[in-house]
C-alpha cells in the first residue's frame, strides 16, 4: 500500500513561484514513476510532469520552461518547482505514483494553487 502526501501549495501574485513537496509512504519508491497532474475548476485532470525511477522526464507544453520536476530517493519524496506562475496554472495539483510491475497507481489528496493579483 502506498500513501501519497502533498504539501507547499497557496495563493501566489503571477509571476511568482512555488515549490510542491510529496512525500510517497510505502514500499518501493524506486519502482514508480511519479507524476504531478492538476485540475481546474470545470476541466479534467491533465498530466504536467512526470519523472521515471532513473531520473527522465516529461512535462506538458505548457509547463516546459517553467516548472521542473524532481525525486529523492533517499527521503522518498518528489518536488515540483514552478516559477513564472500564470493565473492559468490555478488549480488542485495531485501527486501520482504509478509502478509498471504491479499496474497498481496511486494518488495524492490534492493541494490547491491559486495565481492571482
Known amino acids: 500500500q502506498v500513501e501519497l502526501a502533498e504539501s507547499g501549495g497557496g495563493l501566489v501574485q503571477p509571476g511568482g513561484s512555488l515549490r510542491l513537496s510529496c512525500a510517497f509512504l510505502?514500499?518501493?519508491?524506486?519502482?514508480?514513476?511519479m507524476a504531478w497532474y492538476r485540475q481546474a475548476p470545470g476541466k479534467q485532470r491533465e498530466l504536467v510532469a512526470q519523472i521515471g525511477s532513473g531520473g527522465s522526464t516529461n512535462y506538458a507544453d505548457s509547463a516546459k520552461g517553467r516548472f521542473t520536476i524532481s525525486r529523492d530517493h533517499l527521503r522518498n519524496m518528489v518536488y515540483l518547482q514552478m516559477n513564472s506562475l500564470i493565473p492559468e496554472d490555478t488549480a488542485v495539483y495531485y501527486c501520482?505514483?504509478?509502478?509498471?510491475?504491479?499496474?497498481?497507481?496511486?494518488w495524492g489528496q490534492g493541494t490547491q494553487v491559486t495565481v492571482s493579483s
Open positions: 510505502g514500499n518501493i519508491f524506486s519502482t514508480y514513476v
Open positions: 501520482n505514483a504509478f509502478s509498471f510491475i504491479s499496474q497498481n497507481t496511486y
